[in-house]
T-cell receptor
Framework: GEQVEQRPPHLSVREGDSAVIICTYT??????FFWYKQEPGAGLQLLMK?????EINEGQGFTVLLNKKDKQLSLNLTAAHPGDSAVYFC?????????????FGKGTKFSLIP | EAAVTQSPRNKVAVTGGKVTLSCNQTNNHNNMYWYRQDTGHGLRLIHYSYGAGSTEKGDIPDGYKASRPSQENFSLILELATPSQTSVYFCASGEPGGGAEQFFGPGTRLTVL
């Protein structure tokens, strides 16, 4: 089945700096990808959904890039601010069934250096 | 108003005891999921359901049962709890269509002593 590797596990930057989180997946047939954000003590909230047909996806304060050739999905945080501190997870949707099962990366704990 | 709720939010259980975690969704989604979250493992799928009366095994179902008595409710049952089941458990709901988003509850922190 699908396997997802996420790196780095921890990431600390200064306010205003940029940061990149990368996920590598294994199934070349995967078509739907997700980035979730988890704030302390809370559930996961969707940051962005990415379709395989779109390589660049822009959100508020971040960009998601999909490199299908290398089977990589990246989350680029621009100009980090305190509200960005959280754990970020990538997830890949099972392409073969109607279950919409998600395979998650292990997460990246993102924080600002005081 | 929160669309996916979980109860209890915190639970302490004894080894060998029975634990039931409950999840309710008001999204009218067909699919529901149970995950556990552990440091170093991310979220792993335990059981999921396509609708009332349906339960399916996920990636780590051993030691867990699930029950979906209605569209709105999905329970996770630990018949004989063990300390290795100490974790944070998340319920989610979603549509079955390709690429549909999953909506998560706030989580239940379970400690098995």
């Amino acid at each position: 089945g699908e396997q997802v590797e996420q790196r780095p596990p921890h990431l600390s930057v200064r306010e205003g700096d940029s940061a990149v989180i990368i996920c590598t997946y294994t199934d070349p047939n995967s078509y739907y990808f997700f980035w979730y954000k988890q704030e302390p003590g809370a559930g996961l909230q969707l940051l962005m959904k990415v379709f395989s047909s779109t390589e660049i996806n822009e959100g508020q304060g971040f960009t998601v890039l999909l490199n299908k050739k290398d089977k990589q999905l990246s989350l680029n945080l621009t100009a980090a601010h305190p509200g960005d501190s959280a754990v970020y997870f990538c997830a890949v949707s099972d392409p073969g069934t109607g279950s919409n099962r998600l395979t998650f990366g292990k997460g990246t704990k993102f924080s600002l250096i005081p | 108003e929160a669309a996916v709720t979980q109860s209890p939010r915190n639970k302490v259980a004894v080894t060998g005891g029975k634990v039931t975690l409950s999840c309710n969704q008001t999204n009218n989604h067909n699919n529901m999921y149970w995950y556990r979250q552990d440091t170093g493992h991310g979220l792993r799928l335990i059981h999921y359901s396509y609708g009332a009366g349906s339960t399916e095994k996920g990636d780590i179902p051993d030691g867990y049962k699930a029950s979906r008595p209605s569209q709105e409710n999905f329970s996770l049952i630990l018949e004989l709890a063990t300390p290795s089941q100490t974790s944070v458990y998340f319920c989610a709901s979603g549509e079955p269509g390709g690429g549909a988003e999953q909506f998560f509850g706030p989580g239940t922190r379970l400690t098995v002593l």
